[in-house]
Structures are given as structure tokens and as C-alpha cells.
């Protein structure tokens, strides 16, 4: 057996490598470089925490993510890694501690933030020490107009320049070809051996629907198909998500907010709650979730339309890291694309960046007006071909099409006819009012319940006129200006006013009242090994509580299911579990094999 092989059964539990973990790890421990993109989930970290234990030294990580270090310390000294941490929530002792213990050869992994590596003491201590490896986790950071971007990251292609024979490998989940290249020069790394596994999380469910009442449709979601699971709910702005975490607090839904406007101690509070409670929803700005190794979050809603197609998967990416079935959800409107056209409009940068960001956002309304499979769409803008899933609201429930050229050219000839003939602009509610034929105050004052286009778009209702902007939004035929969403024509106007070009529309597919079987891990599992799980889980609360870490690094949901299905007895069984590493199994074994006992004679009773 190799050493790679037998450090992943006897420290982490597992007896086979998956996909393209063997050949990575395998370069790392010869001395090569690496650049790993793998969905999250996918098993990135063993891609470098493997070669860190085999290799002679201490593997060093950079890590953006200060507030999660103890927790990966915590998971690797739960399996009998010597792991440690350097950031600035240390003080003055314990950091000597650490690095006493690093010069003296005693850790096998050591984490640290970008920034530390500016300070001149942090690389004079590593040039005391026998490092390893480096390992730049989330690379994409390094990615200037990217959706995390982190300015310390440009600074990373010191590690090359001041140790050049240390292997380095950068890992992210989330990067385009373009991205990709961006990574591998801005961190030298244009000569590493570069491993792209399939984007595809084949467990995740991707559904997005109109936004109608979105608050209650996302109760709808958690009451149906996850009560009482893990979930994080995505919010554009810190008042949404305020007003959405109260909202599912007063509605029974155990949940908590995060953004960047809390006190960083509640943010640190709420954070920790999240990781170590079972059946906590998050809600949260994107300042939340990069690192999160919450392997049981069951779904992952956004309540508003994400900026980036980039974004959207690394969000959704959150969700089933286990393996088990999970619910990305979105919700999303008419309202989403305006208000980010009129954000794009006011950003700063120079026209490239505004340009950059329009294309982001396209890409992002053309998967949620898609009539194909959404997980087509989505791996197809990262380079990936593939079959339709069988898995997506597409493809579950086939939206219709329809031929919307006549609405369309009576909502854009309303728009000519009122900017030319009288040189004013209106957003959307305006101009389906006149369409409805609606006389509101406003549309009489202005005289506009007398334009030829009063009253000629009957046939559909307001929130079908709403989708028909939407699309036409989406497709590039109405452009949004100024701070009140005003719509305006563009260039590809004229050529459907005049009938060269037909305009097809998507046809929202019918209300139904369930999308989809519950994905909770409990409903997943065969009714004879629900009580076993249940009490499983019991113990492993408890088990983290008086430890002090999240429930997961105790064990995962997938190891307690596998052993309330298969119900060892006996230490040898026990040990075959996937999960179940040589420290957990004399750590927890006798405890285990109790309660399996226990349940057999209750059961049998």
C-alpha cells in the first residue's frame, strides 16, 4: 500500500481515493506543482493535507478565512494530525507556542492569512522551519474583478520567489478558463500541472421560480421539503437580510442573520451557532460561506439574483457537500434585473470593468430564462459538456414556450411612442398600467389612457407583463437607465418592432405543490434505521457540546447513516465505515458500539 493510500485509511477513515485526488496528491508528494479545481465538496483539502503528512516538513496553508482556522485545526487534530494555526486573534504567547512547535519540526500543517506573509517576522520564521508544500486554498481570490476578491492574494507569488524548490499547489471550486489562466500567472504557477475535475454536483436540485411573494415561497420550501434541516438563505443587502431572518424566526424557523453590518463578535456568535447546531438556517449576505465545511446543509436559497454565474455555483455549492440530495433554490424578478442593470450603471471602474460586469450578469438571466436543463447551462459556462440531469426544474417540469413577438412589440412601440412623441421615459409598472388599460392617477395626469396603446395588452396579467419585460431584459431588447429603473429601447429594437425578428418567451410551468421528495438526511434513509440514526445524531450533539466543535468534525451525517444501516458489532466493523479513522475508532468506538447494541435490543424488544 502506499503511504498516501495508508494515510487515507487509518488517519481519514476512507479506503479509496476519488476522482482525480490520487494523481494530485501523488505530483505533490514528487515535489511538482498543482493547480486543483474541484467542486466544492469534492475533497480538495486531502489534495494537500495528504502530502503534507507524507512529505518531510510542515505543509503550509494560506487561507483567507481567519474565523474558520480553529475549526480546520480542530477537524485534522480529530483525526490525529498535528495541525496549528498564526493569525491575529492569537496573543502574544500562544503564537510563540506555534511557532516554537513549527521551527522544531512538531506540526504537520500549519494555516495562515495572506496578509501575514507581508509581515518580514512571518517569513523569517518559515525560513527556520522545513516546509513541506504550500498550499493556496481558495485561489480565486487572486482574481482581480472576481467574486471574492482578496488584494493580499496578489502578493502570493512571493512563496515561488523567496522558496523556489517548495511545491505548491492552488486549489478554488470555482473558476472559469479565463479565471483559470489569471490564477496561474498572477501566482506563477503558468508550469504547474493543472487539474480540472467535472463541475457537476449531481446531488444538488437546481430550481428557480418567479418571484411573486418570496419570503412565503421560501417558508414554503422549508416547511415541505427540509424541516428541521441545516440551510442558508442568500440575501442581496444586510436590511433583506434582517427582515428575512426575522421573518422565518416569527414563522418557527430557527434562524440567524450575518453581514458585514453586525458587531464582528455576533458575526463570530452567529457563525459558531450555525456550524455546532443541527437544523440552523442561515441568512446572509455573500460576506458569509467561503470555507464553510458544513457538510450537511441541505439547501441553499438566494432571494435575490445572484451577480454572476460564478457566484450563484460557489453559493450553491454549499449545499450537500455530503453527497446526500440537496435544494439550490432562487427566487427571482423582474425588480432582481433591474436593480442590478442600475448597480452595473453606477459602479465604479472604467468601461471594461462595467462591460465585465454586464456580461456576468447576462450569463446569470440566461440560466434562469433557460428552457433546457439548468445543469447543462450551468457546467456549459465552465467549459463542460453534458446530458440533460433529469435533476433541475427543467427537466422535471418543462417549461413551455411561446411566441411573445406581438406582446413584445406592443410593450416596445408603448416605449417609442411615449419617448418620441412626447420625449418621456417610464419603468415598468407605468407602462404595463397602460398596457392593462388601468387609469391610475398617473396615467391620467399624463394623459397617456389616450396613446393608441391604452388598453391593447388585456390578454395577459400584470405579473405575465412583468415576465414578458424580464425576458426581453434578458434577451437585450429593453435597457434600464437612471436611479428609477426607467426602460429604454436598444439597438436590437427595431428589428422586432418591424417583424424581421420573432421573439420567443418562456411560460412559467404550473404551481405545484411539492417540486420535489424531502431531501432531509433522516428521509433518506430505510425506516428500520431511523432510530439508530436519531439517537446517533443525539450522541454526536452531545459529543460536540462538551468538545466544544461542530458537530461534523465529531463524525458526518454519511458516516452515521452507514452505521445505522449497517449496524456493526464489532471493532472491526466499525473500522470498515467510511468515516471511521483509527483515532475516531478508539476514540468513539466503544461508545458506538453501545448505542448500536442498544438500539438492537430496544428494536428487538
Known amino acids: 500500500m502506499s503511504p498516501a493510500l495508508s494515510i487515507l485509511e487509518k488517519t481519514f477513515g476512507y479506503s479509496s481515493f476519488r476522482g482525480q485526488q490520487a494523481e494530485i496528491i501523488q505530483t505533490m508528494i514528487d515535489g511538482g506543482d498543482a493547480l486543483v479545481l474541484m467542486p466544492t465538496g469534492g475533497g480538495k483539502s486531502l489534495c494537500y493535507q495528504i502530502p503534507a503528512l507524507v512529505r518531510e516538513g ?21 483525526v490525529g494530525a498535528r495541525a496549528a494555526f498564526l493569525n491575529s486573534t492569537q496573543g502574544a504567547e500562544e503564537r510563540q507556542r506555534v511557532e516554537a512547535a513549527f521551527v ?55 512563496l515561488h520567489e523567496r522558496w523556489p524548490t517548495v511545491p505548491r499547489i492552488a486549489l478554488t471550486a470555482t473558476a472559469t478558463a479565463a479565471t483559470r489562466r489569471e490564477i496561474a500567472q498572477r501566482l506563477q504557477l503558468t508550469d504547474a500541472k493543472q487539474f480540472v475535475s467535472s463541475f457537476d454536483r449531481p446531488n444538488i436540485q437546481y430550481r428557480i421560480e418567479a418571484k411573486q411573494q418570496p419570503l412565503q415561497q421560501l417558508l414554503t420550501l422549508i416547511r415541505t421539503e427540509h424541516p428541521g434541516d441545516a440551510g442558508i438563505v442568500y440575501c442581496l443587502s444586510r436590511a433583506s437580510v434582517e427582515k428575512a431572518a426575522e421573518f422565518l424566526v416569527e414563522n418557527g424557523i430557527p434562524a440567524l442573520p450575518y453581514h458585514a453590518g453586525l458587531d464582528s463578535r455576533v458575526r463570530a456568535a452567529n457563525q459558531n451557532r450555525f456550524l ?14 467561503m470555507g464553510i465545511d458544513k457538510p450537511d446543509v441541505r439547501f441553499v436559497a438566494h432571494l435575490d439574483l445572484p451577480k454572476s454565474v460564478e457566484g450563484y455555483y460557489q453559493e450553491t455549492g454549499r449545499a450537500g457537500r455530503d453527497g446526500l ?32 460586469l454586464t456580461a456576468h450578469l447576462d450569463a446569470m438571466l440566461a440560466l434562469c430564462e433557460t428552457i ?12 463542460q459538456v ?20 406581438v406582446p413584445a412589440q406592443k410593450l416596445l412601440s408603448t416605449i417609442v411612442r411615449l419617448q418620441r412623441e412626447r420625449g418621456q421615459r417610464f419603468g415598468a409598472g407605468h407602462l404595463i398600467d397602460i398596457l392593462l388599460g388601468k387609469a391610475t392617477p398617473r396615467v391620467t395626469q399624463h394623459g397617456h389612457d389616450a396613446i393608441s396603446t391604452w388598453g391593447i395588452g388585456q390578454d395577459l396579467s400584470d405579473q405575465e407583463w412583468r415576465g414578458v419585460v424580464r425576458q426581453l431584459l434578458a434577451q437585450g431588447l429593453l435597457a434600464v437607465e437612471g436611479e428609477y429603473g426607467i426602460l429604454v429601447i436598444t439597438d436590437s429594437t427595431a428589428s422586432v418592432l418591424s417583424g424581421q425578428r420573432k421573439v420567443m418567451l418562456r411560460r412559467e410551468a404550473p404551481k405545484r405543490s411539492k417540486a420535489a421528495k424531502k431531501a432531509t438526511s433522516a428521509g433518506l434513509l430505510p425506516e428500520h434505521a431511523l432510530p439508530l440514526f436519531e439517537a446517533l445524531r443525539a450522541w454526536r450533539a452531545e459529543v460536540s457540546r462538551d468538545q466544544g466543535v461542530p458537530a461534523y468534525i465529531v463524525f458526518g451525517d454519511a458516516t452515521l447513516r452507514g452505521i445505522a444501516v449497517t449496524r456493526p458489532a464489532s471493532t ?3 473500522g470498515t465505515i467510511s468515516g471511521v479513522g483509527e483515532k475516531k475508532l478508539e476514540q468513539y468506538g466503544d461508545a458506538l458500539l453501545a448505542l448500536v447494541a442498544g438500539s438492537a435490543m430496544v428494536s428487538g424488544g
Open 325 to 356: 440530495p440537496a435544494t439550490a433554490w432562487l427566487a427571482y424578478g423582474l425588480q432582481d434585473v433591474v436593480q442590478q442593470r442600475r448597480m452595473i450603471d453606477q459602479s465604479e471602474g472604467d468601461l471594461a470593468h462595467r462591460r465585465n
Open 386 to 405: 453534458s446530458e440533460p440531469c433529469g435533476n433541475c426544474d427543467t427537466c422535471l417540469f418543462p417549461p413551455e414556450t411561446w411566441d411573445g413577438t
Open 276 to 289: 455546532r447546531e443541527d437544523g440552523m438556517v442561515m441568512v446572509a449576505t455573500i460576506a458569509f460561506g
Open 104 to 158: 522544531a519540526g512538531e506540526l504537520d500543517l500549519l494555516y495562515l492569512a495572506p496578509e501575514r506573509l507581508r509581515v518580514a517576522s512571518t517569513a523569517d520564521l518559515l525560513d527556520r522551519g522545513t516546509i513541506a508544500l504550500f498550499a493556496i486554498d481558495e485561489a480565486h481570490c487572486v482574481s482581480q474583478w472576481g467574486h471574492d476578491f482578496r488584494p493580499d492574494y496578489l502578493q502570493l507569488s512571493v
Open 372 to 383: 433546457e436543463c439548468r445543469r447543462m447551462q450551468l457546467l456549459a459556462y465552465f467549459g
Open 58 to 78: 510542515t505543509g503550509v496553508v494560506i487561507s483567507p478565512l481567519i474565523a474558520l482556522m480553529q475549526d480546520q485545526v480542530d477537524a485534522l487534530s480529530a
Open 572 to 574: 472491526a466493523e466499525l
